[in-house]
């Protein structure tokens, strides 16, 4: 199995509602670091997992979708908490969205599987694993 | 798949017994960069894996018994190597006891598996992945 | 010359004015990987530039008073912007004076400096530098 | 499962043919930084899941036979791009072929698999995962 | 004193002439990732070093005259040896041309210095620090 | 001015006496990762601040000297804490004498400085810097 590893950052606002969440149940913010894996068994005839280009490009719209925002005032978060977790989910789930809507290419079809990983700090990070 | 990892350490004193280890039979020592990894199908109600806080916590204790420390004296290493892969082991079973025993929540029971990294420079590392 | 490093990280949502910020002027966030280094030209009885235990202490409550916040309510930022530049100097200022009030100990009248160095991302950091 | 990793690195000039990939048509350049993994169900009786010392030199071996040189110009290479991800599977595939012919000793007969990651720059890397 | 640094990478193809430089005198290449860090005394009147936007695009303008080339065949580096030292000098005299340009704006008046530091490696890095 | 830098590591065991160290005062260990930087105002007739293969072995050598060792036994530390900040110094103090002894060639004479960086954890690491 191959796997491409782009990384890329985006930097929000939030609070998270539940007393598990102490001190960051107020409003605080965070930068995620960012690394969104491509996996697939087979190399392209480029022999290549995706077009790195591409996307780099697509990570790039998928976080400036969040970026520079609180996430509190967005309707698409409401009700839900935005935690490293959930939002590896999230991003992870708007890549997959994207390469069947072809934006990584044709070769995207053959994708087995994306994993991405927030790093909210440098002793704690989160990740949302599925298949393709 | 989702899952969160937070990073502690530890520093320890041994020696290794076995010509393989060659220099390392003599006593010396280590900092380990452990990182500790929870994996799990779904989220629960507040949107995470596992209360962080808690989980920090945890492997604090679990490492507070280990670190400034020869390993060599402690007993419940007697006829062993404590080789990184070893106390990879040893650091996750130990999470997984404590798990068991409520120290994470009651969300704990929906924990899918552990993973546990030992890193004893910035060359070298070893793993152990265990469910529970 | 001897220097001591110890890293802590805080998590604040902020809003920056002036065009030069561009999508950075709406309200966001930042993690912030926080490096302090303790400068002393000679080492003390113990053979240590500081003790690195109160060290960490200090640095830990001057990132408390910081952290888990929104920094556009803070009065005492009215009027400035938070950058990460100008936040190194905050830091930097607090923990200078912590120290000059006794919270490192006697040793520490014999620190040549401080430098403090705020990582936002892993593509871009700003450090502070002052004597003490 | 356990696992050990060791890393090098090798620095190698060569050229990617096909529109995809850009500027990176020109005859350039690359430092891959290698992590090696080797995996294990159990421990061998010394505690370890392979001989750390044999590992590096075997590793650093296969990247002798790379490194320094322009890869354009090696006729295993011939027709093939030597992506980031084919390269990764090229030293994977090597590292089996000398474990299997007895480099990394006796034990290594119970390894069941190798993942093997080049990282490109800070923002980008690649793997290859295989049994053994 | 107040700085802020920012991280690019290039890729380029070269040969080292010299005995000193054993396999590296073969064509061969590296990925250098790059730190440009500004120093500066005072802040502006926006609270910045210098607009990290502007200083990522410069830094990237320059990267690129370099980046995937040989630079054995660049007029430019005729009868010099292209080590990662004479590399980190040649980025930060050509950022220092253009901020002397006006690409970093008009606040770039009161910058004091420079310094760019060049990673070939995990394990191997140079830097050249300047005034401006 | 120029500097090159180089890394490599060393493991020890050892204790620290005095209040100060709490749990340190007791036998443990330490991985330090240990970065050794070069100063020189021009680069000599290769381009280069030192033979960075020469340098690699020297520092090899000098901390061959110190690894796999429980410094409480060693002589040449009797009645001293061989704290990080204090190990810096003995390994700059070491190379300087290496270098002046010639180890490092003819253009070491031109050296202006060293900086010796021992990384104890992820979170705290000393460095010495001396004149050469």
């Given at each position: 199995m191959f796997?491409?590893?782009?990384?890329?950052?985006?930097?929000?606002?939030?609070?998270?509602?539940?007393?598990?969440?102490?001190?960051?149940?107020?409003?605080?913010?965070?930068?995620?670091?960012?690394?969104?894996?491509?996996r697939r068994a087979t190399l392209d005839a480029d022999?290549?997992?995706?077009?790195?280009?591409r996307a780099a490009e697509v990570l790039r719209?998928?976080?400036?979708?969040?970026?520079?925002?609180?996430?509190?005032?967005?309707?698409?978060?409401?009700?839900?908490?935005?935690?490293?977790?959930?939002?590896?989910?999230?991003v992870s789930d708007r890549l997959a969205d994207r390469a069947r809507a072809g934006a990584l290419g044709d070769g995207a079809g053959e994708l087995d599987g994306l994993v991405v990983t927030l790093h909210e700090s440098h002793v704690a990070w989160a990740s949302y694993e599925r298949p393709l």
């Open positions: 796997s491409v590893t782009i990384r890329d950052h985006l930097m929000i606002a939030h609070s998270l509602q539940g007393e598990v969440f102490g001190p960051a149940q107020r409003l605080h913010g965070a930068t995620y670091v960012v690394d969104a894996t491509f022999g290549i997992v995706v077009d790195i280009g719209a998928v976080l400036g979708e969040l970026g520079y925002r609180n996430l509190d005032d967005e309707v698409e978060f409401a009700g839900m908490n935005t935690t490293t977790e959930a939002l590896a989910r999230v």
